[in-house]
Nanobody, 120 residues
Framework: VQLVESGGGLVQAGGSLRLSCAAS????????MNWYRQAPGKQRELVAA???????NYADSVKGRFTISRDNAKNTVYLQMNSLKPDDTAVYYC???????????????WGQGTQVTVSS
């Protein structure tokens, strides 16, 4: 199983970016899909989460600006980021709880990360 992120880049404050994360490989089911971020010198933090049923949760710092969504047919999760601030600058990581087979356990998978830089 592999998670591949895309959509990061450099944007001015107030701008928008859309991150995508596609899961591929042997996948029976995907439960929660999450976005984390890690800024230089800081701990990795949960930004947004979405359950298999579509329930969402956000960090207080991004509520009202970021929207997480998923396309189960494409095994893909998205993060729409609007009104970006310099404090949003970080490496963004995709995370998913995936079951590879009907009889196997659910395991935790991570993407390689994508850089988001917001200039002031």
């Amino acid at each position: 199983v592999q998670l591949v992120e895309s959509g990061g880049g450099l944007v001015q404050a107030g701008g928008s970016l859309r991150l995508s994360c596609a899961a591929s490989g042997s996948i029976f089911s995907i439960n929660a899909m999450n976005w984390y971020r890690q800024a230089p010198g800081k701990q990795r933090e949960l930004v947004a989460a979405i359950t298999g049923g579509g329930s969402t949760n956000y960090a207080d710092s991004v509520k009202g600006r970021f929207t997480i969504s998923r396309d189960n047919a494409k095994n893909t999760v998205y993060l729409q980021m609007n009104s970006l601030k310099p404090d949003d600058t970080a490496v963004y990581y995709c995370n998913a709880m995936i079951r590879a087979s009907a009889w196997g356990p659910t395991a935790d998978y991570w993407g390689q990360g994508t850089q988001v830089t917001v200039s002031s």
